[in-house]
């Protein structure tokens, strides 16, 4: 399974693209820039100890993957899906972004679609598989890849093979996910970004995560 991470040059991509060379999956560091794409993944590659991952220029990462995973902020989402439709039909796209106000990270401002994935879905059409996942896990706590993680993903998305297909990837990095069906509901998971932000800030710390409970065992 090769999975690129578009924009896997900030803050949330490269403790995803750690984690998934670890687990054994090959991974691309995606970058509008592809200079910045091979720099991190060299970066990344001394930090493992091993040539394991790779960076590409966005579209030749999107290409080159089976999964495609975004993690640019909010403001880049349409340019960059734009950037890659072509390369990303027929596949799975894992949305990873969160519409914060930009003016106040402890809010967010919902696209006219409902969310940000619902957006990608329109953008890309019914060929891509859209999945909303990892919104609510901080980029602190994965980039330490010797931390464990005790918080919830929740993931949504259709069809329901491609929603289980990304649980799998998820599963493979020791992250509880919470299964909550379409995609109609991120609207409802990208919103909880925000709230954890806003309990960073009071609380001073990085790692706020969410715990759903009560659920019977998978
Ligand atoms: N950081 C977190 O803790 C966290 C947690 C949960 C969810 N998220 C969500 O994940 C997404 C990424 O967050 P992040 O903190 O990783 O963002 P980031 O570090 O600010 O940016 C990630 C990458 O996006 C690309 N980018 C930046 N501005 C761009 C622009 N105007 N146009 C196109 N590409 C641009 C850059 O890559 P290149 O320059 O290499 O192209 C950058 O390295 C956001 O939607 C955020 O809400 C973040």
Redesign the pocket.
Known sequence: MKIAIL???????PGLALRWALAGEEVII????KE??ER?AAELNQELGRPLLVGMD?PSAAAAADIVV????????V??LESVKDQLQGKIFVD???P?DPDNARRVVMPSAGS?SQEAQEILGEQVSVVCA???????LLRDVTAEIDCDVLVCGSPKEARMRVIELIDKLNINTVDVGPLEAASLIEPI?ALLIRLNIRNKVHSAGIRITGLPSA
Do not use: W
């Open positions: 924009g896997g040059t900030g803050e949330q991509g995606g970058s509008r820039q910045k794409g991190v966005n975004l993690t640019v902020p909010y403001s880049a989402h340019p960059t990873v972004s969160v914060l940000a990892l919104q609510n896990i901080s980029a602190h970004t």
